[in-house]
């Protein structure tokens, strides 16, 4: 169940970003593994195989989801691989070297990726960030311990998450002129998928008694509550730049982690 979880994660993840390049040879390791007869090596490789699509998923996230590169670029790449012959014996090698070469072939660096990353807001990405999230606050979780943040079906009306506005895009609660603090509003930086029952009645706190509230509600289940409630609850709010600086410090944290994770 875990495995068949795990697959379903990263066959959504690989349809959000739009990747077609890799079927072919998707397709060719599903159809190997299938007819494999020895049960430990199907085993075993069920496994490869999981590895293997997970490399696809963060390497197409980070250089084509988030990066925007042509995709391309690996076309002849996934082409080549298509070639070899494989069999239960070589699977595991395959796949591991696979894996090597697709980690040294990240076609952006970490610079050129947070600078596009930057770029990511709730009115141009919304799926993009329910899938960030989820993947943020699901590392290293395993099995039952996985808490579904990103549902791919887009005609979905009504969500058990939403993605809340940290700042509140009701700025009357501040006592400054707002007007240079509108345009970060929607950036990824300001920004956290939340449970529904917890954003309704935060949803136009300002921040420091919002925090409060995810402290009490969401600190145990969302990693990504505690993270943002460590990261925040001491900083300065008194004034547009102390906000904007808040804002682009934490999507520099959310970029990092992204990246590396």
């Known amino acids: 169940e875990y495995n068949a979880n795990t697959l379903n994660r990263t066959f959504d993840a690989l349809q959000l970003f739009g990747v077609t390049q ?19 090596k199907k085993i075993k490789n069920s496994e490869k195989f999981l590895e293997f699509l997970q490399a696809l998923e963060k390497f197409h996230f980070i250089n084509y989801a988030v990066s925007q590169q042509p995709g391309n670029q690996v076309e002849q790449y996934y082409a080549d691989r298509c070639k070899y012959e494989l069999n239960e014996s070589n699977y595991s090698d395959f796949v591991k070297t696979f894996i090597n070469e697709l980690r040294n072939k990240k076609v952006v660096g970490k610079g050129a990726f947070s600078e596009k990353f930057y770029e990511i807001s709730y009115s141009d990405d919304f ?24 549902n791919p079906n887009k005609k979905l009306l009504t969500r058990n998450f939403d993605i809340d506005h940290l700042v509140s895009q009701n700025l009357d ?82 970029s990092d982690r992204a990246y590396n994770e």
């Open 22 to 40: 890799a079927y072919p040879l998707i397709i060719k390791l599903m159809t190997e593994l299938s007819i494999m007869k020895n049960q430990d």
């Open 127 to 150: 799926h993009l960030i329910y899938y960030i999230f989820d993947r943020l606050n699901n590392f290293k979780r395993k099995g039952g311990q996985y808490i579904g943040l990103y």
């Open 173 to 254: 609660n501040y006592p400054f002129d707002t007007d240079k603090v509108v345009d970060y509003l929607d950036n990824i930086g300001n920004l956290l998928v939340i449970s529904k029952h917890t954003n309704g009645p935060a949803q136009n706190m300002p921040i420091l008694n919002k925090l409060a509230v995810f402290k009490e509600k969401e600190i145990q289940n969302l990693p990504e509550a505690k993270t943002v409630i460590n990261l925040w609850e001491t900083k300065r709010w008194e004034s547009p730049e102390d906000i904007i600086k808040n804002i682009i410090d934490r999507t520099k944290d959310l």
